[in-house]
Every structure is written in C-alpha cells, then in structure tokens.
C-alpha cells in the first residue's frame, strides 16, 4: 500500500503562473499516510501527489474511459476540477462493482404507440473501462469510506456498500457516489448557478443522508435482506492484513512481503 506525505506543497504551473497550492478541508496536515486512509478520509493534498506520481495525462486517458469529459491534465482534475454531470459520474462508478465494466446511462427504457408496437427500445450498454482485479482493489479501497471513514453513517445500513463524498470549494457543490454489488446511486446537491449551499454543507453532511435514506428502502425491499450479495474477487486477487489491522486487496505478485507493511497515523476525518 503506497505511502504519501501529507504536507504544504507547490507546484510550478507554467510560464508567468503562480505556483500551484493545495489544502486539505481542515487546513491541517497529517504526515505520513497510506493511500487507502488518504482517500477514506478525503485528503486533497495526497491526491494530488498521487496523481503527479500516475501522470496528469493518463488521468485523462482513464477517465475518458469511464465516460467522462476530456479535460486538460492539470493537478487540479484530481480535487475535481473538471465538471462532469451525475449521470456521467454515477455511470463511472458503476464500473467498480461491475468487475471493471461501466455501464453507459439511459433515460427512456421503450416508447410504443397506442396499438403497442414498440417504437424505441433502449437495453444497457457495457463498456470495458479497466480490469476486473484493478476493479476490486477500488472496490476495496471504496468500501473504507464507508466503513471507517466520510461516509462512515452509511455503515448503519450494515450491507456491503462503497463510495467516495466530495465537495466543492466553498460549498458550492456536494456530492456522493455509492454503490453495492448491484446498483450503483449517485446524489447531486448544489444550485443552478455557481452559489454557496452554506458553511459546512459536505458531501457527507449533505449528499450523504439522501443517498442512505434511498439505499436503505431498496435494501429493505430485496428478497435476500438477510443474505447479503458479495463483491465477488477475481481469482488472481489475494488478501493481506496489514500492520494496521485492515485487510487489503492486492493483485497476486503485488502483495508485500511478510513482515512488511506500510502504517500510518489515523487522521480525523473530514468530509
């Protein structure tokens, strides 16, 4: 599990740019931290060092396969500086769960005439975005936020969930994307123009409690309430608990070696 540090950095941005900067939410900084407590607890500046260590153009070309806008490859794309609508987000979530296969959003499923001729007819659309363990390792990853970090009220569903909240610099937009092994939700709250929502109007205080009251009645209307689904593993996946007590996913022949393991601090979380 890669270990980033959480602490002020600049970047050079360009020719006559000023530097760019980033901040966590709570304009603190953490220190040594693993990249699954970084994203659990929405850290922005580990991010950012984790998408400088990927590449900002391979970032782009993922993302155009989950559907997503081009956008130029700033460092900025990994807080979210590329407007994207929801069905295109909740539409690329749905590739974690779905064993690496995103399934493209349609509005109307079939029009007939009054006679019943059936005039247009839509069915889903798979689209291959990345590998099926690539997928469970995110899978993984996501299912932390619920578990242990911004998402953490979720858990009272007590059903297998993931999902990452976000928000926008001052409020202006709140969001959270989750899924199970079935079904894929996404909540949007924010105005039709650039405003703020309010002072701490999150993610995981705004977005979050929608998107759990809408997941809580479809599980309590499935037939097997008591007998969860499971994200299913690849064959080629295996398990290691680390140092740290969790559980991690790795890619057989990625997995560290016995008696080495990465252990970070356990920050506050923040939406």
Do not use: C
């Not at 407590?37 to 155009?64: C, D, F, H």
């Not at 590329?82 to 779905?98: D, G, K, P, R, V």
């Amino acid at each position: 599990m890669s270990v980033f540090i959480d602490e002020p950095v600049s970047y050079v941005a360009g020719p006559n740019q000023p530097p760019y900067q980033t901040l966590n939410y709570d304009r603190k900084f953490d220190g040594p931290i693993t990249l699954r407590r970084a994203l659990e607890q929405s850290r922005n500046i580990p991010a950012v060092k984790a998408m400088q260590e990927v590449g900002p153009g391979q970032v782009v070309t993922y993302a155009a396969r989950f559907g997503l806008d081009q956008a130029p490859p700033y460092l900025s794309l990994a807080l979210g500086s590329s407007e994207q609508t929801l069905a295109q987000m909740t539409s690329a979530y749905s590739a974690f769960a779905n064993r690496g296969v995103r399934m493209a959003p349609y509005a109307v499923i079939s029009i007939t005439d009054r006679e019943g001729n059936v005039l247009e007819e839509n069915r889903p659309e798979p689209h291959e975005a990345i590998r099926a363990d690539t997928a469970f390792v995110m899978t993984n990853l996501l299912r932390g936020v619920v578990q242990r970090g911004t998402a953490q009220a979720a858990a009272s569903l007590d059903w297998p969930l993931g999902g990452k909240t976000g928000t926008m610099d001052e409020y202006t937009d709140a969001w959270f994307i989750g899924f199970d092994p079935n079904i894929t939700v996404g909540v949007w709250i924010g105005y039709d123009e650039k405003k703020s929502l309010g002072a701490g109007e999150t993610g995981a205080s705004a977005a979050l409690p929608i998107w759990t009251e809408f997941m809580k009645t479809y599980i309590d209307k499935r037939a097997d309430r008591k007998a969860p689904p499971e994200f299913e593993a690849p064959g080629n996946i295996v398990f290691v608990t680390l140092d740290s007590g969790v559980t991690e996913a790795f890619i057989n022949g990625t997995q560290p070696q016995p008696g080495v393991a990465a252990v970070a601090p356990a920050p506050t979380a923040n939406p």
